[in-house]
């Protein structure tokens, strides 16, 4: 209570941080006079003007004021846009490293140049990461015209951009990218043989557009880099059958049943909250049978350490069979299983779910199997965007997150005042019995808005509720635009006009997000989608104004029917993802309506919801179509929300402390490859693990404290002959009194020295650094992929260890030292084994000028509790192929360029698209082919 009334007449914390910028946001205005007298070429002198102050020790923070002016400024010379005093807020907030929280149609992209420019000043590069491709493409080119004319250089990443372009961009004062390439790049990086490969710099101020869409809601899928293991197609194939033939069998004793089976009757049962699926004892008797007859387990019991790939698979398949639905979490398209993003709605081309999950997928629709990928390097959204000294970002939704943008980030939410107060009225929710009831309704709703000329924007949680909702549509004769995965490449253009006068768009899951939605249209989308084969003059001049006027007057009839009708066709299980679709409507103080209509049919009330929810629903006798609305009710699907809210930031949580172990380990191995990348020589690094190497042969077979008798002579002999290439005379030594451990090491030292010695001379001392360096590399990468795979396994079965009492995690942590001390040790003999037995050759041919690109991979964003994939494909090229002479029988032998870069192009005239098939019928892609000569 006491907190109430104080929170009323002092105001919150947040409002008391809000007005304590008015004091910065008023010597920002009083410098507006001032720098209005400036000519062009007086206002573009700023920022020079402001390096030259950076250099004579002042701050940014010092420079803020008349930075933010020259801003302002110069976006009403170039863009005819004036920063609002709420925009200056914003800026000053993501300059100070927080997240702004502002409504949607605020302006966040124009606020962003403010803390843009100012800490591009300094040289050191700001990133601007955006949620989707081209966001990333049109604010460059957007804000980047302000940019351009004061001075500074902006570049932009896409995906399969050759390196040299990548690396110009990040060289630039200002980048843009989204979250994925940003975090390949990275990893990328730390996969490549020279410094000069590499394509970013060091990191330093990033603002993440969208923030939370991006460090929370795929924060829990950690981008994975993979290539190809053997294929296993006959196995996929084999399971789905079984599978198919058990849920066949289980489905026929429900059908028995007359409903669902008892918790531990049937062959499996299902948890759709974890979409996970798991054999009962009689399924697991059964299957043991059938997998007996097909020649499919090793042994007779299924969990036999040999039969665990087939468990694993089996495990994948019920999954895909049971829990993963067509059209609603994938669609079939081009003969190949596409992914449907959880949140975007979008189609996911290129992203495929992690082990062995996507082909049990596509052995279920039959369609072609692409192998599994090992993972090569891995990091999560968490630990990429913590390594920025300064990170901000700004949504129109983060509140509801932010003890974890706290937790995780140290990032404070602030909530930045609307420049206008919001109009927009929020309805009670209406709930209805069922889905066909509920869809009626708001059938019946949309028609009514759209009778009176009112634009609808309808939300809905996957395709099926959109094309079910469609069908309505089509009954009651509403014309409309259904935004889905199917569709998404229009989808920028089709709802920046789902504001126009009688105008009913259907989106899932908020697909268009970034794009603003303008009462009566959005004039710039028309003027390119009219008039973008118009050429420039007078004639084009005319059109632009009358489509200026038509549109000024389609926005007051639009205002006049009340402005944009939100419509939720059901409740997310998060609210901000409600409270993103609501905020579409009511801009910059335009009128508004928004509602959600919910059913007991509904996800989030079916899974989640508390079991009274529904007994006291269907107490109630509600009739067919009708509907009730209450604050009972609203209660009970917050608490819901709520729960689930809680239930996914543990899952992100857990995420994190398991990477965190991952990530200490990351960051020696990648600060051990840069300083070998840098060194000059590597010849001290190489003897010290010759060294260590030795000592663990000697220490294995010799046991300090044993006795000679005891020692395993025979295996060091073989041990020596293995890694040194050398057959000393150990037994004579053993002959010896005084021999001791310390003795025979001391003398495989010497043997090893003198042979290597001998072996430097045979090639220029030069290439044999070369050797070393390239050695080292190459294997620390090949061992580092070893243990990131070992690591995965060791994560999917740890949680067993809380069957005795113990912690998981601490579990993992000191598993995976001991397994990291394990990769070290085995990392020195190796390279050691390398160098010292390897088939030495002279080098062909010499080493080439141009800078060489890693091998093709995939790239990953994946879960890894439920091996959801949730990312783009990356694109990458070759391994470096070796500056000098090869070593016969080494890895490193192996790599090489590809004949296809060096071909001439007979095609490069057609106009083919780089990611089509070669003409030549190779079967490779063009860029891979005859097109990797341009």
């Not at 993972?375 to 003890?403: C, D, H, V």
């Not at 991952?662 to 060294?691: C, G, H, L």
């Not at 993992?812 to 390279?831: H, I, N, P, S």
């Amino acid at each position: 209570m006491w907190q109430t009334i104080a929170k009323s007449i002092f105001g919150s914390s947040n409002d008391r941080y809000v007005r304590s910028l008015d004091k910065i946001v008023s010597r920002i205005n009083a410098l507006e006079e001032q720098l209005e007298d400036f000519s062009d070429e007086e206002l573009q002198a700023q920022t020079l003007k402001f390096r030259k102050k950076l250099e004579e020790g002042q701050t940014l923070d010092d420079l803020l004021p008349e930075a933010f002016a020259t801003v302002r400024e110069a976006s009403k010379r170039v863009m005819g846009m004036r920063h609002y005093d709420v925009q200056m807020v914003g800026g000053i907030v993501l300059h100070r490293g927080e997240i702004a929280e502002m409504k949607t149609g605020e302006g966040k992209t124009l606020v962003a140049t403010l803390a843009v420019y100012l800490n591009a000043i300094e040289g050191k590069g700001v990133h601007v990461v955006t949620v989707n491709d081209y966001l990333a493409a049109r604010d460059a080119e957007w804000m980047g015209q302000l940019y351009k004319w004061l001075g500074l250089t902006v570049g932009v990443i896409v995906p399969n951009m050759p390196e040299a372009a990548r690396r110009e961009a990040y060289e630039c004062d200002i980048t843009y990218a989204t979250n994925n390439e940003l975090g390949f790049d990275y990893l990328r990086d730390n996969m490549k043989q020279e410094r000069r490969q590499m394509v970013q710099r060091p990191f330093n101020y990033a603002i993440v557009d969208e923030v939370d869409s991006i460090l929370i809601d795929e924060a829990r899928t950690p981008l994975i880099i993979s290539g190809p293991t053997e294929d296993k197609s006959d196995l996929y194939i084999a399971l789905d059958e079984e599978v198919k033939k058990l849920v066949a069998d289980q489905k026929a004793l429900e059908k028995e049943n007359g409903g669902p089976l008892g918790e531990d009757e049937g062959f499996y049962k299902t948890d759709e909250k974890s979409r996970n699926v798991s054999l009962t004892e009689e399924g697991v008797e059964e299957m043991e049978q059938r997998l007996i007859a097909a020649g499919l387990l090793e042994t007779d019991n299924l969990y036999d350490v040999e039969n665990t790939q087939v468990v694993h698979h089996l495990d994948q398949a019920l999954r895909a069979v049971v829990m993963f639905k067509k059209d609603t979490d994938y669609i079939v398209k081009d003969d190949k299983v596409v992914i449907i993003d959880e949140f975007t709605g979008r189609m996911m081309d290129g992203r495929r779910w992690s082990n062995g999950l996507h082909q049990a997928v596509e052995a279920k629709e039959g369609v072609a199997i692409q192998p599994e990928n090992q993972t090569m390097a891995s990091i999560t959204f968490q630990n990429y965007f913590r390594m920025y000294p300064k990170l901000a970002g700004m949504t129109g939704t983060a509140a509801t997150e932010a003890s974890e943008f706290w937790d995780i980030y140290k990032l404070n939410v602030v909530e930045i005042p609307t420049n206008v107060p919001v109009a927009r009225i929020d309805e009670e929710d209406e709930f209805y019995k069922n889905t066909m009831d509920k869809f009626g309704a708001i059938a019946k709703a949309i028609k009514e808005k759209n009778e009176i000329g009112q634009p609808v924007l309808v939300g809905t949680v996957s395709i099926e509720k959109s094309e079910l909702l469609s069908q309505f549509l089509d009954k009651e004769g509403v014309k409309h635009a259904v935004l889905n995965a199917r569709f998404h490449e229009q989808e920028a253009h089709i709802v920046a006009q789902a504001g126009r006068l009688g105008a009913v768009t259907i989106a899932t899951n908020m697909a268009g997000r970034g794009t603003d939605i303008q009462l009566g249209g959005n004039v710039e989308f028309r003027i390119e989608d009219e008039l973008g084969e118009m050429e420039d003059g007078p004639e084009k001049d005319a059109a632009i104004e009358r489509i200026k006027a038509e549109v000024a007057e389609e926005r007051q009839k639009v205002k006049d029917a009340g402005g944009l009708f939100v419509l939720g066709t059901e409740r997310h299980e998060s609210r901000r993802i409600d409270n993103q679709l609501r905020g579409r409507s009511g801009r910059q103080g335009d009128p508004g309506l928004s509602r959600f209509y919910l059913c007991l049919e509904d996800d989030l009330l079916r899974i989640f919801g508390p079991d009274t929810l529904f007994a006291k629903m269907m107490n109630s006798n509600l009739e067919d179509g009708e509907a009730i609305g209450s604050k009972w009710l609203s209660k009970a699907i917050e608490t819901a929300q709520k729960k689930v809210e809680a239930r996914n930031y543990e899952m992100r949580k857990q995420v994190v402390q398991y990477d965190d172990v991952m990530n200490d380990q990351r960051k020696v191995v990648y600060e051990q490859r840069s300083e070998i990348m840098d060194a000059e020589r590597v010849d001290d690094v190489v003897e010290e693990m010759r060294q260590d190497a030795i000592n663990a042969l000697v220490t294995t077979a010799c046991p300090p404290g044993s006795y000679p008798e005891q020692w395993d002579v025979e295996g060091l002999k073989a041990k020596v002959d293995e890694v040194l290439g050398l057959t000393p005379p150990i037994d004579d030594w053993m002959e010896e009194e005084a021999v001791e451990p310390e003795l025979i090491e001391e003398r495989l030292q010497d043997m090893a020295e003198e042979k290597l010695a001998a072996r430097v001379t045979e090639i220029p001392e030069e290439s044999w650094r070369r050797v070393e360096k390239s050695i080292l590399l190459e294997r620390l990468d090949f061992h580092w992929k070893e243990h990131l795979a070992t690591l995965d396994a060791l994560r999917q079965v740890v949680f067993l260890r809380a069957y005795a009492q113990k912690q998981p995690i601490n579990e993992y942590k000191q598993e995976a030292f001991g397994l990291f001390q394990t990769m070290l040790d085995t990392l020195r003999e190796d390279v050691t084994k390398v160098l010292m037995t390897a088939e030495l050759r002279p080098a062909t041919p010499p080493r080439p000028a141009a800078l060489p690109d890693l091998p093709d991979f995939l790239t990953g964003h994946i879960d890894p509790l439920t091996g959801d994939e949730n990312s783009n494909d990356g694109d990458g090229s070759r391994f470096m192929e070796p500056l000098f002479g090869t070593l016969a029988g080494s890895p490193v032998a192996q790599t090489g360029t590809r004949g296809s870069a060096q071909r001439e192009d007979p095609y490069k005239n057609q106009n083919i698209s780089r990611n089509a098939q070669c003409p030549c019928g190779s079967g490779n892609k063009y860029k891979h082919c005859h097109g990797a000569a341009g």
